[in-house]
């Protein structure tokens, strides 16, 4: 038996619909906000990614699905989604029209990562970017509407984990500075972060060894090396989020693994299952468009961890599955044309009905219905035919009530519908 990919996996009836559900808030809640979609290729040329990501980082050195197409071009399948959406911005020449550009993507990433709950090598991922805005407010506002979509999706025990990663002019002196003590642990470092302390020193910050963090626990915070322009920035999107009733933390420790963050970089984190967990993160990158060849356009975005956000949610509700209407059951000798026609009409009205067309008994079918949470049968018998009615039973209190053929289709939608 062919079996999926390890580390893919088939999101099957029962679990969609909770999918669906997110994907149909955030749509509501990014446009109400200005945004609107875009859909991006899932693969891009790899130059993209190593570029944009960084050449030394995990994911361009060790996570990428990366081959050579028959042309000889090196492709990837998107680790990420900014890279792509950026490009896509420049492609088009975006900015021409109006460099100021609220874009969101919803839909698959892939990373070969050690697979495990909550994290598949085929991710999925929801994206808002907004480019040609500098001020701090954008930063602020795009973290309001992040918790607005979680609280209407019922995400409680949330909190806004913040932190400026300063500016080219601030964070190198910063960097130095642990990569001093870096330097000085030698040894005492763990592997990643001995290769890190030369490439990517501030990926040392959110190392998970405990050696690592016992070595750092007196190192200095980046908020004391910002220049005037980044700690202003950053004071405004403070005072923005208490102004809107954010709750946030600041979190020396955050940083991000991608080399094009500036500023500010958050994560939305809640206690729902247990130890707090990152549901979306995100920051400033306003040098990426630019470094990609395109206009020197200030972009904020962030990315909402699809499959995790899914985990926190089922963990906190009973899923909604959706059950038919009304379940026709006509056994016997009985034309199926007509309850063909039955069928489709009230579809067309939004009423989903379903039937067995194999000719089972009406206990038989009963059954079926019960089992697949009918709210409604429509009972059409041999004595039923020959009186050209039909039962329609309310399956729940049990009342039913004698529907004529002619005009069946719209007196059963006013009965359901409670018309």
């Given at each position: 038996?062919i079996?999926?990919?390890?580390?893919?996996r088939d999101?099957l009836?029962g679990d969609i619909?909770?999918?669906q559900e997110?994907?149909?808030?955030?749509?509501?809640?990014?446009e109400?906000?200005?945004?609107?979609?875009?859909?991006?290729?899932?693969l891009e040329k790899?130059?993209?990614?190593?570029?944009?990501?960084?050449?030394n980082?995990?994911?361009?050195?060790?996570?990428?699905?990366?081959?050579e197409?028959r042309?000889?071009?090196m492709?990837?399948?998107?680790?990420?989604?900014?890279?792509?959406?950026?490009r896509?911005?420049?492609?088009?020449?975006?900015?021409?029209d109006?460099?100021?550009?609220?874009?969101y993507?919803?839909?698959?990433?892939?990373?070969?990562?050690?697979?495990?709950?909550?994290r598949y090598?085929?991710?999925?991922?929801?994206n808002?970017e907004?480019?040609?805005?500098?001020?701090p407010?954008?930063d602020?506002?795009?973290?309001?509407?992040?918790s607005h979509?979680?609280?209407?999706?019922?995400?409680?025990e949330?909190?806004?984990?913040?932190?400026?990663?300063?500016?080219?002019?601030?964070r190198p002196?910063?960097?130095n500075?642990?990569?001093?003590?870096?330097e000085?642990?030698g040894e005492n470092l763990?592997?990643?972060c001995?290769?890190?302390?030369?490439?990517n020193p501030?990926r040392i910050l959110?190392?998970?060894?405990?050696h690592?963090?016992?070595?750092l626990k007196?190192?200095p915070?980046?908020?004391?090396?910002?220049?005037d322009?980044?700690?202003?920035?950053?004071?405004i999107v403070?005072?923005?989020?208490?102004?809107?009733?954010v709750?946030?933390?600041?979190?020396?420790?955050?940083?991000r693994?991608?080399?094009?963050?500036?500023?500010?970089?958050?994560?939305?984190?809640?206690?729902?299952?247990g130890?707090?967990?990152?549901?979306?993160?995100g920051?400033?990158y306003?040098?990426?468009v630019?470094?990609l060849?395109?206009?020197d356009v200030?972009a904020?975005g962030?990315?909402?961890g699809?499959?995790?956000?899914v985990?926190?949610?089922?963990?906190?509700?009973?899923?909604?599955?959706?059950?038919p209407?009304?379940?026709i059951?006509?056994p016997?000798?009985i034309?199926?044309s007509?309850?063909?026609s039955w069928?489709c009409?009230?579809a067309r009205?939004g009423?989903?009905?379903?039937t067995?067309?194999?000719?089972k008994?009406?206990k038989?079918m009963?059954k079926?219905?019960?089992?697949?949470?009918?709210?409604?049968?429509?009972?059409?018998?041999?004595?039923?035919?020959?009186?050209?009615t039909a039962?329609?039973?309310?399956?729940?209190?049990?009342?039913?009530e004698e529907?004529?053929?002619?005009?069946?289709?719209?007196?059963?939608i006013?009965i359901i519908?409670?018309l």
């Open positions: 038996m079996q999926a990919i390890k580390g893919f999101v009836p619909e909770l999918w997110i994907e149909s808030e955030a749509v509501k809640v990014f109400n906000f200005g945004f609107k979609e875009i859909r991006v290729p899932v790899t130059a993209l990614f190593s570029r944009s990501i960084g050449e980082t995990d994911i361009v050195e060790k996570e990428m699905y990366t081959f197409d042309g000889g071009d492709l990837t399948m998107r680790p990420e989604a900014t890279a792509s959406v950026v896509s911005y420049i492609q088009h020449n975006m900015q021409a109006n460099p100021i550009r609220k874009l993507t919803i839909g698959p990433m892939f990373r070969r990562e050690r697979p495990q709950k909550g090598r085929q991710f999925y991922q929801i808002a907004v480019f040609g805005i500098a001020s407010y954008i602020a506002q795009i973290m309001v509407m992040l979509l979680l609280d209407r999706l019922g995400v409680t949330l909190s806004a984990h913040i932190n400026s990663l300063g500016c080219p002019c601030c002196s910063f960097q500075a642990i990569k001093e003590i870096a000085k642990s763990c592997d990643d001995k290769r890190r302390k030369d490439k501030l959110d190392c998970k060894s405990v690592c963090q016992e070595i007196d190192a915070v980046l908020t004391d090396f910002l220049c322009e980044c700690r202003d920035h950053f004071d403070k005072s923005s989020l208490e102004s809107q009733g709750k946030y933390t600041i979190d020396h420790k955050l940083v693994g991608l080399d094009y963050y500036t500023k500010t970089a958050f994560e939305l984190k809640t206690n729902m299952l130890a707090q967990n990152s549901v979306a993160g920051g400033r306003d040098g990426l630019k470094s060849d395109g206009p200030p904020i962030f990315a909402i699809f499959d995790r956000l985990d926190v949610i089922a963990a906190s509700r009973k899923p909604y599955i959706r059950t209407e009304v379940f059951m006509a016997g000798n034309p199926v007509a309850v063909f069928i009409d009230l009205d009423i989903w009905a379903d067995d067309y194999s000719g008994s009406l038989s009963m079926r219905a019960d089992k697949d949470g009918a709210k409604y049968v429509l009972i059409a018998g041999e004595s039923e035919f020959e009186k050209e039962i329609l039973k309310n399956m729940a209190t049990g009342e039913q529907v004529s053929f002619s005009g069946l289709v719209t007196r059963v006013k519908r409670n």
